[in-house]
């Protein structure tokens, strides 16, 4: 039994690939909707910002990740969710670096990003 424990705690250690996270921040005023990633099982990526859509893909190697923004969906966004998405996808592509926590997710750059993972 010791041994299944061990080897499901190792699992919680890994990229999240195949898995679904939410960044952790409050909706935009005027929204309800707050950013999450649809990460599939290599990498490629389906964005829901606070407004805007977007794919992408990222690439993994032990701590080290790559955010590379592929076509960006523009929903006639009000300016401020359209910038805040912006930047979002911009610091996406500006980490360098992520770590788990339990069913955190950290993406490490000139800004942290901070996502959980939808575990229900």
Sequence with gaps: MSGAVCSLARA????????EMTLDALPQPGSKRVPD????????????????????QFS?????????????????????RAQADDELIAAL???????????????IGPKTLHFRLNTN
């Design 12 to 19: 919680d250690t890994g990229f999240p690939f195949g898995m």
């Design 93 to 107: 592509s500006a980490a360098t670096n992520w770590k788990r926590q339990g069913d955190s997710i950290f993406f």
């Design 37 to 56: 990633l649809d990460i599939g099982d290599h990498g490629e990526t389906v964005l829901e910002l606070w407004c805007k859509g977007a794919k992408g």
């Design 60 to 80: 993994v190697a032990g701590d080290s990740v790559i955010f590379i923004a592929g076509a960006v969906e523009d929903r006639n966004c009000p300016a401020s």
